[in-house]
């Protein structure tokens, strides 16, 4: 068999005749996960050999990645607020940009206080996660409609050692008896009915987006990025019950469509909401949402 040298340089031509960006990284990285080593070792390491059955693993990976499937599946792993998340089919992949949700909340609550959190959708649980460990006297609640991904963020909160201050639900927003399930959980789990903080990452992509998506975004989970209706389900449900869950002047996050903003406005005044304001990424655009109880 040949060295890691060799045998970066091979996928890497091949990644990039076949038009998968960052060709030489992507190559590494598949390598490291093969190997079970840090990126860092393969650059110390250029000279080893690999045995066969490493080769063997490295080539099956490889044509997943021509295929364009997403890199954090391969490695089974995605870094979100500087800390690890297993992430698998079931999960959507955790995004730079959401971050920012983490970021605003730290502008406005005092990390030494105590507040009950409730993430809607929960996923990976990498937004509630990164938040208790920022919030260290905090708990929290995350939900989601199907249970593989709900053993996902099981995971990840061991992982990260907040299962103690974390309670992960299966629960659907769409069921009518959402809200007063999750009130009680909270009571049981908190002492309070209501939360200080809701967050959330619904689906939001338009139909004519879905059609346009990355190659590597289709293989993620449709439901997690669409709703199958016009990409404001979750707000038109969520938004005008907020009272009956969110504590006197408490906090809801969530991103939301740029697109969609003005008829998310729009769900806002007509629920007498308006003490809100929309927070832009980093291209500008209006990609969340923040309203004061």
Known sequence: METIKYYLNEKTKLLKKNFVNLPRLEARLLLSKILNKSLNWTYLNLEKKITKKQFENYEKIIKKKIKRFPTAYLLENKE??????????????PRPETEAI???????????????????????????????????????????????????????????????????????????????????????????????????????????????????????????????????????????????????????YSEINPKNYKKIENICKKNNFFNFKFINDLSKKKRFILIRN
Request: a positive charge; proline letters at 3%.
């Open 102 to 252: 983490v970021d605003e909340i730290k502008k406005n609550l005092n990390k030494k206080n105590f507040f009950s959190f409730l993430d809607l959708g929960t996923g990976t649980g990498c937004i509630l996660l990164s938040i208790l460990k920022e919030f260290k006297k905090s708990v929290g609640i995350g939900t989601d409609i199907h249970l593989k991904t709900l053993n996902v963020a099981k995971l990840n909160c061991k992982k990260n050692n907040l299962t103690s201050r974390t309670k992960f639900i299966n629960l659907d927003w769409n069921n009518k008896f959402f809200l007063r399930k999750i009130k009680k959980i909270n009571k049981k789990f908190t002492g309070f009915k209501k939360f200080n903080v809701i967050v959330s990452n619904p689906p939001y992509l338009l139909k004519n987006e879905m059609k346009t998506l990355s190659p590597e975004v289709k293989f993620e989970p449709v439901q997690a990025l669409y709703d199958n209706k016009d990409g404001l389900s979750f707000y038109k449900i969520i938004i005008p019950n907020l009272n009956f869950i969110l504590s006197k002047n408490g906090y809801f």
């Open 80 to 93: 979100f607020y500087s800390l690890n998340f297993k992430v698998n089919k079931n999960t959507l992949i």
